[in-house]
Nanobody
Framework: QVQLVESGGGLVQAGGSLRLSCAAS????????MAWFRQAPGKARDVVAS????????DYADSVKGRFTISRDNDKNSVYLQMNSLKPEDTAVYYC??????????????????WGQGTQVTVSS
């Protein structure tokens, strides 16, 4: 079973950058689709970006395309989210999630079966 720990959140001004990291433990990391979700107060938890097990395919929410980049390093059992040109509306708790054994990103959130504890990202205007 994969276990996930996020880091890298914080406070940044609009237009700035942050890089989130997610360290995974467990033997199934490289065969898992990984994703970053975010949840703002009073809103649903939405997927931001996902990446397949070998890193060959990525997908992004329209709101972050061209600004965020998801990547992974299977040798380090880690997945990253580089966030550039941050906007106040990017403020949220960001979660790393795994769909263990999945070959393609699940279409529904409940198919992600392992979650990190979340890291706060706050973008000031």
């Amino acid at each position: 079973q994969v276990q996930l720990v996020e880091s890298g959140g914080g406070l940044v001004q609009a237009g700035g950058s942050l890089r989130l990291s997610c360290a995974a433990s467990g033997r199934t990391f490289s065969s898992s689709v990984m994703a970053w979700f975010r949840q703002a107060p009073g809103k649903a938890r939405d997927v931001v970006a996902s990446i397949t097990g070998n890193g060959g395919s990525t997908d992004y929410a329209d709101s972050v395309k061209g600004r965020f980049t998801i990547s992974r390093d299977n040798d380090k059992n880690s997945v990253y989210l580089q966030m550039n040109s941050l906007k106040p509306e990017d403020t949220a708790v960001y979660y790393c999630a795994a769909a263990t054994g999945a070959r393609v990103p699940p279409s529904v959130t409940r198919e992600y079966d392992v979650w990190g504890q979340g890291t706060q990202v706050t973008v000031s205007s």
